[in-house]
């Protein structure tokens, strides 16, 4: 869909216009000129003074026209860019109206294009503004619709029973490791995960690296005296490597980092069912891990194989039920709607397998084209459900889990979703991963270590968020680990100096 705009000089409108376009259109096209050969073209009216009133009128080239209007208060700003986002923000609510209108299709999250739209309450009610008035504003400012809002309400509210501290956690911290192997790559698959088969040598150097970084974070850690809320083992599988490897890495972290038997929560991923042993789950046991997952994706045996999961749907129960002879008592489940081949049908049986296990947590995911994916490489191989029935799966899982007493307790959104809709969190009451959490609302920093591990520094005193990766590929980690690792710690230095002394 190629659109031509009019009436907006700056450039900056390109890319949230493209962004919400593609809400709509496959391939969008912004156009800044006057033009022909444009589908349709939308001329905008722009006025800021103590208002911000702005209109579109979008002209098809069957010569229908389409008409918004919409007025806000001009909240005055303290920088440049808190002023343009909220000109973007009015300009953004008129052309998402007259596009809603030109196709019938309504956005559920109204303008909102990024991941974390539970961000946007909790920032309103940390202002202070009442629940009912930031729901309102919601609806009004960014065209949520109500079942959105109350979804982002429900978890909200949840995340705070949970967190109950939430707002004051910014002087403590979370800790990611990321372990960058896996049995074998599947093809929806963007994370660092290399097959680890005939890798040993790297395996090796890797986690001497990380077994540094452990030591040196641990350290600053332990003289600036600023304790850990949570750790998270993700990956890649962090149990592709071996039960002797898991069990000197949990030792070193018992070893390096600060009174590890109050973190809050310890979490590694057992992502794949075919890496788990009972060797590795007495590790686990050992060192009082509190949660693991392991994930079926789908309970349908095709879809594994075309996915390329090499393990198969009986491990997976096989496995689950070996975790919970073991003593592990909080599993999480990811489930994926929208897997190639699968519709309702499906993902129905998947629901049905769920309910024989009852882990404590169910992640339900929406299939999103990662650009880097083999899937997306090879996009017509895959036939996937469209945006209806993807609705309806995901309606099918919000009753689902209501039905079985699971509770919403994190959401994220992700480009390139199907059907635009979001990954849900949902746990037995109590049972919430508070990484999840964590992550997820960036109320503290999150210290990543090992490969493709993002770190995520957030100013304690003002919220402004530094990003920080590890490189992605054991090579390139292994050749500089420790210029990472002092360069992470030169961040923290400056974030926790004499501000940053533990409340
Ligand atoms: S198990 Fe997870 S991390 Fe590993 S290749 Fe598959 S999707 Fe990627």
Same mark, same amino acid.
């Given at each position: 869909m190629r659109i031509s705009i009019l009436?907006? @000089?700056? @450039?900056?409108f390109n890319r949230p216009l493209t962004l919400i376009a593609n809400l709509f259109f496959e391939e969008s096209q912004i156009l800044t000129s006057q033009t022909d050969d444009a589908d349709i073209q939308i001329a905008f009216q722009l006025q800021v003074q103590e208002n911000i009133v702005v209109s579109a009128k979008l002209t098809d080239q069957s010569g229908k026209a389409l008409f918004a209007e919409y007025q806000q208060d001009?909240? %005055?700003?303290?920088s440049e860019k808190e002023r343009f986002k909220q000109i973007k923000n009015a300009v953004s609510h008129v052309y998402l109206t007259v596009l809603q209108d030109l196709?019938?299709?309504?956005?559920?999250?109204?303008?909102l294009t990024g991941v974390r739209p539970t961000k946007l309450l909790h920032k309103k009610l940390q202002e202070g503004i009442p629940a009912e008035v930031a729901h309102r504003q919601l609806k009004d400012e960014?065209?949520?619709t109500d079942e959105k809002i109350a979804l982002m309400h429900h978890i909200v509210n949840r995340q705070l029973t949970v967190v109950p501290d939430l707002y004051s956690l910014e002087r403590e911290v979370s800790i990611y490791i990321g372990?960058?192997?896996?049995p074998t790559k599947c093809a929806y698959c963007t994370f660092?995960?290399?097959?680890?088969?005939?890798r040993q040598g790297s395996v090796d150097s890797f986690l001497g690296g990380l077994h540094y970084e452990m030591r040196k974070i641990g350290e600053w850690l332990k003289e600036k005296g600023v304790r850990i809320t949570t750790v998270y083992y993700g990956g %890649?599988?962090?149990?592709?490597?071996t039960a002797e490897e898991m069990d000197m890495l949990y030792e070193e972290m018992y070893n390096s980092f600060p009174d590890v038997s109050n973190i809050r929560e310890i979490t590694v991923e057992a992502?794949?069912?075919?890496?788990?042993t009972p060797e590795k789950l007495d590790v686990l046991k050992k060192w009082n891990i509190d949660r693991i997952s392991i994930n079926p994706?789908?309970?349908t045996q095709e879809t594994l194989k075309a996915i390329g999961r090499h393990h198969t749907v009986t491990e997976t129960i096989e496995k689950y039920h070996l975790a919970r002879e073991m003593g592990m008592n909080n599993i999480n489940m990811d489930l994926i709607i929208?897997?190639? %081949? @699968?519709?309702l049908k499906e993902f129905t049986h998947s629901l049905a397998e769920t309910e024989k296990l009852m882990p404590e947590s169910v992640t339900v995911h929406t299939l999103s084209f990662k650009r880097a994916s083999e899937m997306t490489k090879n996009k017509e191989k895959y036939k996937v459900a469209d945006r209806t029935e993807v609705e309806k799966m995901m309606n099918l899982a919000e009753d689902w889990t209501a039905d079985h007493g699971y509770v919403p307790y994190y959401l994220y959104r992700q480009k390139n979703i199907l059907g635009n809709l979001e990954n849900v969190g949902y746990s037995?009451?109590?049972?919430?991963s508070i990484y999840n959490i964590m992550i997820m609302e960036e109320q503290q920093t999150i210290i990543g270590l090992g490969c493709g591990a993002s770190s995520k520094f957030i100013?304690?005193?003002? %919220?402004k968020i530094t990003h920080f990766a590890n490189p992605k590929d054991p090579k390139s980690y292994n050749d500089g680990f420790e210029a990472y690792t002092e360069d992470k710690i030169k961040i923290l230095d400056e974030l926790f100096s004499e501000k940053g002394s533990p409340a």
């Open positions: 009436g907006l @000089e700056d @450039e900056r001009f909240k %005055g700003a303290d196709t019938g299709i309504t956005q559920k999250w109204g303008i960014y065209l949520i372990i960058p192997f896996c660092p995960a290399y097959a680890i088969n005939g %890649g599988t962090p149990t592709s490597i992502g794949r069912p075919d890496t788990i994706q789908s309970y929208g897997l190639p %081949g @699968e519709g037995l009451p109590n049972q919430e100013d304690p005193v003002t %919220g």
